[in-house]
């Protein structure tokens, strides 16, 4: 996926990595009791998604999970927490499911498992895997649940799969360390995986893996044949055919720290300073949704 030494991606590569194998992933946003003179707001993203609900940008940071409104470009904190909240993703109106590290004022396990909000990020709740499991890949299509991280007690990568919302897991096989991944909306069973090697096909959830060649990046897969890839030098490619080939389709003029689609099929990617660009038009031209 990530060529060239010292490239943004292989810097993303080797924060995910050195996570899962406990040597980034433990450490917790550091929150005082002194009064916040100024919110240093959405940097370090993680995450991204529209609500249904209203239309609302969230974007899920190392410091917090935030929120412009519709046709407003400045996003707010959310609840006045700061959660780390490494794995995001909308699955509906005011439902969000996501993974990482708590507000260092609670009184939670260093690694929250998979949780659950049903208010727009107001509250969180646990599902399962609290103070086991810390997913840093986390994608979701119904009732299924697919989750790439590091176990809290033996620090190792672990791929886990859920057919019950995640109440309940099976451990999978992965290719290689993932930093992305995608389900085929048409079909649970089919997942794209994406790592430092290039990208990776499964037809039976993850239980076994073929590679299909590159480009590889950050995926999203907003509708059945529209399977996109952010590559390390910005490009946006689209595949048809479940990443077998690809053709490019426009760009965000360098590298991402994360990507994602809208039910609608909008795109939307966070670039490292926190700037938040949205493309209507398939990954053709961009605008920018939210600056930090």
């Not at 100024?38 to 998604?49: F, R």
């Not at 080939?245 to 926190?274: E, I, K, M, Y």
Request: hydrophobic residues 35%; proline residues 6%; glycine residues 14%.
């Amino acid at each position: 996926m990530r060529t060239g030494q010292g490239s943004p991606f292989v810097a993303i590569l080797a924060v995910v990595a050195s996570a899962a194998f406990g040597c980034g992933g433990d450490e917790l946003p550091t929150v005082v009791d002194d009064p916040v003179i100024e919110d240093s707001g959405p940097i370090h993203v993680h995450g991204l998604g529209i609500n249904p609900a209203d239309q609302a940008l969230f974007i899920a940071t190392h410091t917090g999970l935030f929120r412009a409104a519709h046709n407003e470009r400045k996003a707010e904190r959310v609840a006045g927490r700061y959660q780390d909240t490494m794995a995001f993703t909308v699955v509906g109106p005011n439902r969000f499911m996501g993974s990482g590290h708590p507000d260092g004022r609670e009184d939670l396990p260093p690694f929250l498992g998979l949780i659950e909000t049903r208010d727009a990020g107001e509250s969180w709740q646990a599902i399962s895997l609290q103070g086991k499991a810390d997913f840093h890949v986390l994608e979701v299509l119904g009732r299924r649940v697919y989750g790439f991280g590091s176990d809290f007690q033996t620090r190792r990568p672990r791929f886990m799969a859920s057919t019950d919302g995640g109440k309940s897991w099976q451990d999978r096989q992965f290719p290689e360390v993932l930093v992305s991944l995608a389900v085929d909306p048409s079909d649970p069973n089919r997942i794209v995986g994406a790592g430092e090697s290039g990208l990776h096909s499964s037809r039976d959830g993850g239980a076994s893996w073929r590679r299909v060649g590159s480009p590889s990046g950050l995926l999203a897969w907003p509708r059945p044949g529209r399977l996109y890839v952010l590559e390390e030098n910005g490009v946006v490619s689209l595949s048809s055919n479940r990443g077998r080939s690809w053709q490019a389709v426009g760009g965000v003029g360098g590298s991402a720290s994360a990507f994602d689609s809208t039910a609608g099929g909008d795109l939307l990617a966070a670039r490292h300073d926190g700037t938040i660009l949205q493309s209507e038009n398939e990954g053709a031209t961009w605008k920018v949704r939210s600056t930090p």
